[in-house]
């Protein structure tokens, strides 16, 4: 199991359209990936599940991915967030 945390610095937040690529993403890979914010913890690969945290900017978010492919999965959630503005690595 791998874990890392994420301060989410974009303006609006996990909204639709960056939660989708999030989803996207992790549908990717074969680990479970959990995302845990606000004291909720959902599965990534649900985008149902990530919209209804209501991620606003300034809080803290920790993306969890454990299986065979952890380290790739997590490295690929890293990017997406970066690539996407939503936020950095804390």
Known sequence: ????????????????RPAT??????MLYKSDITLEALRK???LKSIM???SLGIYSGVTIEVVANGEDEIE???GIKK?????GLGKEV
Do not use: C, P, W, Y
């Open 1 to 16: 199991m791998v874990k890392k945390s994420f301060r989410i610095t974009n303006e609006n937040g996990v909204h639709a």
């Open 21 to 26: 690529s999030l989803v996207n993403e992790a």
């Open 41 to 43: 913890k959902v599965d």
């Open 49 to 51: 599940g990530v919209m």
């Open 73 to 75: 999965a997590l490295e």
């Open 80 to 84: 997406q967030i970066i690539s996407l």
